[in-house]
């Protein structure tokens, strides 16, 4: 498995100065990204999260080349992006939610021309693609619209579309869900996954929206205070992030709440019981228990809730 | 792959850029015929005041009619020549302040082209066509003593000039990195600079004069050059004889220095937080 993108404990600190008073000006260090390392090896598809001020789009811009680093190592497909930003800038796809890539006055097929000649994308190629996202993204009736006239979730079509059409090997998405309605949303994650398993490009998503990472990605990174948090599977971030599964118990009748190992009971209605367990564990001595000791009329399991996971893991570190 | 030129991969990106501006601007031949002319008319204006005070008296500075119209239409020719060419750099201090710079630094060409080329305005051909005309009736006028030497360095003090114009624009770009509400500071250099440069030195202050040739040596677009080839003395005592033939060195030294500058200020950069 060959390493893609190679970021070796890697800085970035800003240095931001402050008024305050006439003439009078103090320093401050704030250290956006801090030591943090990581590989993404060819054709992932690995979402970035974190809360806000974690360091994501300052890790996106290092990966790009916008920022150099203060310290460490990074390397996309072996180059250094801010010594060799334009040779890496033909094979880097980026999306920045909060801006456009796009020429803002002009229509949207210019920008794409414009980009035709100037990656140097064979006639063909170019054809392809710009076919291909037009259909997918359902930018048809768009091509002539002055940028500045889109709403927001088609110049975010319109933005990834542009991204791809040199055929990039790696794709940065900087929250490229940020404002958009649920069918855009569905629309722009059918692309993505479509994109990464049809062409095997590497994907590289921040977001706030877990659903994003959910349906999309096989592998979460949780960044904070410019420190990697958790890095793996999303089903291991329950455990990471000590998430609860819950187990509702329908008893015959009203009984004062269950008594059983290794979990408690969250509250009571009725003859129901909600019962909380570590995500980690099987329900099954669990519901053997309860089946044996109690009237058991009906039973259900329920999953942790990811963004509540990911909140306690924000809060907690918060704390500490 | 090959080996990256900056260069022409600049001047490529330029071109692809500066032209996609264009052809949006002829799709309304129209409106864009009228802004032309709009500004012709305007810096048109311009020259018409200096006309005007002829009628009063008979040399400005010991300069007549035609010997002014010949350093107003250099001046405004080789600044027209650099802010068509790369008067939109700048907008710089706003991409800065607003981190849209972030995009120029994605692409696969030099950031200075695409500032450059962003939105190029073929209006701007006016004040090209206006200091040309000027010019033209500048030659046609005015009783110079040519010589294949003078000649030649007609033509050549456009191109020097425009080229140390450019280094200015360039230049004040770059200080819009580290002060983004610089543009006015880089107005008062190129716009007023050009300004100065259309009247005699002669009418100005010694002091005046010695920045303009030292410090900011705009003075070699037009004032030392064109006073050797209308046969008058260089506005400063102490410059040698060939400082007239010294423009290319000038452009060349200018050019330089506005490189680094700029090269120094987008090292520099650091985008924005969100
Ligand atoms: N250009 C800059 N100058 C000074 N400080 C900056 C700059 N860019 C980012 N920062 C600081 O670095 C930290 C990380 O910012 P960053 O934009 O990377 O966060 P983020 O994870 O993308 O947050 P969000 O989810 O809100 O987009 C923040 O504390 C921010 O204030
Ligand atoms: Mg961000």
């Known amino acids: 498995m060959d390493a893609f993108i190679e970021v070796d404990r890697v800085e970035k600190v800003f240095e931001v100065r402050r008024r305050t008073g006439f003439m009078k000006r103090v320093k401050r260090q704030?250290?956006?990204?801090?030591?943090?390392?990581?590989?993404?090896?060819?054709?992932?598809?690995?979402?970035?999260?974190?809360?806000?001020?974690?360091?994501?789009?300052?890790?996106?811009?290092?990966?790009?080349?916008?920022?150099?680093?203060?310290?460490?190592?990074?390397?996309?497909?072996?180059?250094?992006?801010?010594?060799?930003?334009?040779?890496?800038?033909?094979?880097?796809?980026?999306?920045?939610?909060?801006?456009?890539?796009?020429?803002?006055?002009?229509?949207?097929?210019?920008?794409?021309?414009?980009?035709?000649?100037?990656?140097?994308?064979?006639?063909?190629?170019?054809?392809?693609?710009?076919?291909?996202?037009?259909?997918?993204?359902?930018?048809?009736?768009?091509?002539?619209?002055?940028?500045?006239?889109?709403?927001?979730?088609?110049?975010?079509?319109?933005?990834?579309?542009?991204a791809l059409l040199h055929d990039p090997e790696v794709l940065y998405l900087d929250e490229p869900t940020i404002g958009l309605d649920v069918v855009s949303k569905a629309k722009v994650r059918g692309f993505l996954k479509e994109l990464n398993a049809g062409s095997g490009t590497t994907v590289l998503l921040t977001t706030h929206d877990l659903q994003d990472i959910e349906q999309l990605c096989s592998r979460v990174m949780v960044i904070d205070h410019g420190r990697l948090m958790y890095d793996g599977a999303l089903a291991g971030l329950h455990e990471a992030g000590e998430g609860e599964r819950t187990l509702v118990v329908d008893l015959e009748r009203e009984l004062p709440p269950i008594e059983a190992p290794s979990c408690r009971v969250v509250r009571v209605a009725g003859p129901r019981q909600w019962l909380a367990f570590p995500a980690g564990r099987s329900a099954a001595p669990l519901v053997a228990h309860i089946a044996a000791e109690y009237p058991l009329v009906d039973l259900s399991v329920r999953e942790p809730d990811i963004e509540a996971v990911i909140a306690k893991m924000y809060a907690e570190k918060a704390v500490s | 792959?090959?080996?990256?030129?900056?260069?022409?991969?600049?001047?490529?990106?330029?071109?692809?850029?500066?032209?996609?501006?264009?052809?949006?601007?002829?799709?309304?031949?129209?409106?864009?015929?009228?802004?032309?002319?709009?500004?012709?008319?305007?810096?048109?204006?311009?020259?018409?005041?200096?006309?005007?005070?002829?009628?009063?008296?008979?040399?400005?500075?010991?300069?007549?009619l035609p010997e002014v119209a010949f350093l107003y239409g250099l001046s405004a020719t080789s600044f027209g020549l650099a802010d068509l060419a790369i008067g939109s750099a700048d907008?710089?201090?706003?991409?800065?302040?607003?981190?849209?710079?972030?995009?120029?630094?994605?692409?696969?060409?030099?950031?200075?082209?695409?500032?450059?080329?962003?939105?190029?305005?073929l209006r701007r051909i006016g004040r090209v066509a206006q200091g040309s005309l000027v010019l033209g009736y500048a030659l046609i006028a005015s009783d110079i003593a040519w010589t294949p030497v003078k000649a030649l360095m007609v033509p050549g003090m456009l191109v020097c000039g425009g080229a140390?114009?450019?280094?200015?624009?360039?230049?004040?770009?770059?200080?819009?990195?580290?002060?983004?509400?610089?543009?006015?500071?880089?107005?008062?250099?190129?716009?007023?600079?050009?300004?100065?440069?259309?009247?005699?030195?002669?009418?100005?202050?010694?002091?005046?004069?010695?920045?303009?040739?030292?410090?900011f040596p705009l003075a070699f677009v037009n004032w030392v050059p064109a006073a050797y080839v209308l046969g008058r003395p260089y506005p400063l005592g102490g410059l040698p004889r060939w400082a007239a033939f010294a423009p290319p060195l000038v452009a060349v030294g200018c050019c330089a220095a506005a490189a680094l500058a700029w090269r120094a200020g987008l090292r520099s950069y650091r985008s924005t937080g969100s």
């Not at chain 1, 990074?74 to 796009?102: E, K, N, Y």
């Not at chain 1, 392809?128 to 002539?144: F, H, I, K, S």
């Not at chain 2, 030129?5 to 009228?34: D, K, N, Q």
């Not at chain 2, 580290?178 to 008062?188: F, M, N, Y």
């Open chain 1, 30 to 162: 704030v250290r956006a990204v801090d030591s943090l390392s990581f590989t993404v090896a060819r054709g992932e598809m690995v979402g970035y999260i974190g809360p806000n001020g974690a360091g994501k789009s300052t890790t996106v811009k290092m990966l790009t080349g916008i920022l150099m680093p203060s310290a460490g190592r990074l390397r996309v497909a072996g180059i250094d992006p801010s010594r060799d930003r334009t040779r890496l800038a033909h094979r880097i796809g980026v999306v920045f939610g909060q801006r456009t890539t796009l020429w803002w006055d002009l229509p949207l097929i210019d920008s794409y021309r414009l980009a035709h000649r100037m990656y140097r994308i064979p006639d063909a190629r170019y054809r392809e693609n710009l076919e291909r996202c037009v259909e997918l993204l359902e930018l048809g009736a768009l091509l002539d619209v002055p940028v500045r006239q889109l709403s927001l979730g088609q110049r975010m079509r319109g933005d990834i579309a542009a």
């Open chain 2, 1 to 64: 792959m090959g080996e990256y030129r900056p260069l022409t991969e600049g001047l490529r990106a330029y071109r692809l850029i500066a032209g996609m501006w264009v052809r949006s601007t002829l799709t309304y031949r129209a409106s864009f015929a009228m802004t032309a002319f709009g500004g012709l008319v305007v810096t048109g204006l311009d020259f018409v005041t200096i006309v005007l005070m002829f009628s009063r008296v008979d040399v400005l500075g010991g300069y007549s």
């Open chain 2, 91 to 121: 907008r710089l201090g706003r991409r800065v302040r607003d981190g849209t710079l972030d995009i120029l630094l994605v692409r696969p060409a030099p950031v200075l082209a695409q500032v450059a080329a962003d939105r190029f305005a």
């Open chain 2, 164 to 215: 140390i114009f450019s280094a200015v624009f360039v230049a004040g770009a770059a200080f819009q990195f580290v002060a983004q509400d610089a543009s006015e500071v880089q107005h008062a250099f190129t716009y007023g600079g050009q300004t100065l440069l259309q009247y005699p030195p002669t009418v100005f202050g010694k002091e005046l004069v010695r920045g303009v040739t030292f410090m």
